[in-house]
């Protein structure tokens, strides 16, 4: 039986469907008899989606402007 | 407008974003920007079309942004390990979950203070894993991919990405559940 560290540490494993299917099976048997690690699947597997929206960056206009001239310079010198 | 402007302008504000991430630089996200656009316009010519342009610029961001960190890194000193959640000696959680936010994941409006709770967590992490956890969760870069442009293995890159996950999961926890611990 899967203790919470052994389940914790599999985690990704595990969503990425890479266990086989006996240890997959004791990872399930210990998620639906503990909460907590269950609850701390699903806020695992949320973190990432919400990462990549706050990480979201646009690049400032007045940088946008020199990277247009930049290569258009880069460019014309080029051909 | 030229076809290649098209494409840039298309895709400059997630080059720039991974740069930025990566390098916590605006001037050296500006500068790596440049350099990736003028290699893929000087490279089309390799661009085979099997694979978006996306998937293939991002690829040049994160060899550009690499290069400049690992230059960078020269002076730094040893990278620390990440440490994640605490277990009892028993292998149980030490600290329970106090509420389960994964639904909130999916709203359209992200809340300002988290926003900045998770930008502050991922610029905290050890380079290693800030860099695996950009181009694989953020990036959409693929495993193979990002062994190409870092020179790790996969399961070292597996390893990292999970910590810095777990890492960057309790950040997130913590701001839920501000109000619900203690100090």
Redesign the interface.
């Known amino acids: 039986m899967y ?4 389940s ?2 599999l ?3 595990y969503l990425e469907g890479e266990m086989s299917p006996e240890e997959s099976r004791h990872l399930q048997e210990h998620l639906s008899g503990c909460s ?2 269950e ?2 699947l ?19 206009k007045e ?2 402007s ?3 001239e ?2 258009r310079t ?2 014309k010198s ?1 051909s | 407008m030229s076809a290649f402007e098209a494409l840039v302008e298309s895709h400059q504000d997630k080059v720039y974003g991974l740069a930025l991430r990566m390098t916590r630089s605006e001037a050296d996200a500006a500068e790596i920007t440049q350099d990736t656009f003028l290699s893929a316009y000087q490279h089309l010519k390799d661009f085979r079309g099997d694979a978006a342009f996306g998937s293939w610029v991002h690829r040049i961001a994160a060899n550009h942004a690499l290069m400049r960190l690992r230059h960078r890194r020269v002076t730094q000193a040893a990278e620390v390990e990440l440490q994640g959640p605490e277990f009892t000696p028993r292998g149980t959680l030490a600290d329970y979950p106090v509420s389960d936010w994964s639904r909130d994941a999916e709203e359209k409006a992200l809340d300002a203070e988290l926003g900045q709770a998770i930008r502050q967590s991922a610029d905290r992490l050890p380079e290693g894993y800030r860099e695996v956890f950009l181009l694989k969760d953020v990036d959409g870069l693929s495993y193979e991919q990002i062994a190409e442009v870092t020179g790790d293995s996969i399961p070292a890159i597996k390893s990292r990405l999970h910590r810095a996950r777990l890492a960057l999961r309790e950040a997130i926890d913590a701001f839920y559940n501000r109000d619900n611990r203690g100090p």
């Open positions: 203790t919470c560290k052994d914790i540490n985690l990704l494993e907590p690690c609850e701390f699903n806020t695992y597997r949320a973190t990432p989606s919400l990462c990549k929206r706050a990480l979201a960056a646009r690049m400032p940088v946008s020199k990277l247009t930049f290569l880069k460019i080029a």
